[in-house]
C-alpha cells in the first residue's frame, strides 16, 4: 500500500531564513514518481516538481531544492530564503507506476508560514 | 488561457440533500479528476476521467458518490442524501493526456476547489 508522511503539519519562519519540508514515503512498487505541490492560500494547487524513482539526482530551481534519498524514503523540499510569498500549504504525493496518473496518494500537507 | 474553474466555489447545504459540483477543464484536455480535501487531511483521490470514461470508480467513498463526463469535457460530482462528513473542499484537475508514461503533456492542473459544508 501507498502512503505518505509529512510529519510536521505548521512551520513558521522569518522571511529569509531557509527552510527544510520533510516527506516520507511507503511503496512496494520498484517504479514511481514523487511529486511536490504547493497550495496558496487561492486554493488551486501548482504543481512544484515531479521525480522518478530512478533519478536519485538532487533537484535545484532557484530557491528550491529537492532531496530525493531512496535508502530513508524521504523526497525533502528546502526553499532558501524564504519569502512571505512562500506561505501556502505544500503537499508531498506518490504515484506508483502501475497505475499512474489514476490514483494520486498526498500527505497531509505542511502549512508554512513566512513572517516579514 | 482559461484554467481549471469549478462551480459554485461554496456550497451549504442541508443533511440529506443532494448537491451537484462542476468542473469544467482546460479547453482540450482529456483527462479529468475529482479529489476531496476534508479538513486538515490532504488529498484524497476520487475519481478519474479518459475522454467520458471513468475505468476505475472505486476509490467514491460510497455509493451516494456518482460522477459523469459529457462531451469530453464538463464534469459534474453528484453527493446524494449528503452527510455532515461528507464537508470538504472538492478539487478538481485535468491534464491534457492520460498516458501512463509521465510527461508534461499529462501534468494535472488545479481548479480552485468548492468547499461544501452540510449542516
Known amino acids: 500500500a501507498q502512503k505518505v508522511t509529512q510529519a510536521q503539519t505548521e512551520i513558521s519562519v522569518v522571511e529569509k531564513e531557509d527552510v527544510t519540508l520533510d516527506c516520507v514515503y511507503e511503496t512496494r512498487d520498484t517504479t514511481y514518481y514523487l511529486f511536490w505541490y504547493k497550495q496558496p492560500p487561492s486554493g488551486e494547487l501548482v504543481f512544484l516538481i515531479r521525480?522518478?524513482?530512478?533519478?536519485?539526482q538532487n533537484e535545484i530551481s532557484g530557491r528550491y531544492s529537492w532531496n530525493f534519498q531512496k535508502s530513508t524514503s524521504s523526497f525533502n523540499f528546502t526553499i532558501t530564503a524564504s519569502q512571505v510569498v512562500d506561505s501556502a500549504v505544500y503537499f508531498c504525493?506518490?504515484?506508483?507506476?502501475?497505475?499512474?496518473?489514476?490514483?494520486?496518494?498526498f500527505g497531509p500537507g505542511t502549512r508554512l508560514s513566512v513572517l516579514p | 488561457g482559461a484554467g481549471v474553474s469549478q462551480s459554485p466555489s461554496n456550497k451549504v447545504t442541508e443533511k440529506g440533500k443532494d448537491v451537484e459540483l462542476r468542473c469544467d477543464p482546460i479547453s482540450g484536455h482529456t483527462a479529468l479528476y475529482w479529489y476531496r480535501q476534508s479538513l486538515g487531511q490532504g488529498l484524497e483521490f476520487l475519481i478519474y476521467f479518459q475522454g467520458n470514461s471513468a475505468p476505475d470508480k472505486s476509490g467514491l467513498p460510497s455509493d451516494r458518490f456518482s460522477a459523469e463526463r459529457t462531451g469530453g469535457s464538463v464534469s459534474t460530482l453528484t453527493i446524494q442524501r449528503t452527510q455532515q462528513e461528507d464537508s470538504a473542499v472538492y478539487l478538481c484537475?485535468?491534464?491534457?493526456?492520460?498516458?501512463?508514461?509521465?510527461?508534461?503533456?499529462?501534468?494535472?492542473?488545479f481548479g480552485p476547489g468548492t468547499r461544501l459544508t452540510v449542516l
Open positions: 504525493a506518490l504515484s506508483e507506476a502501475w497505475n499512474y496518473g489514476q490514483n494520486f496518494v
Open positions: 484537475a485535468s491534464s491534457l493526456t492520460w498516458d501512463r508514461v509521465p510527461s508534461s503533456y499529462n501534468e494535472q492542473f
Open positions: 521525480r522518478n524513482s530512478f533519478d536519485e
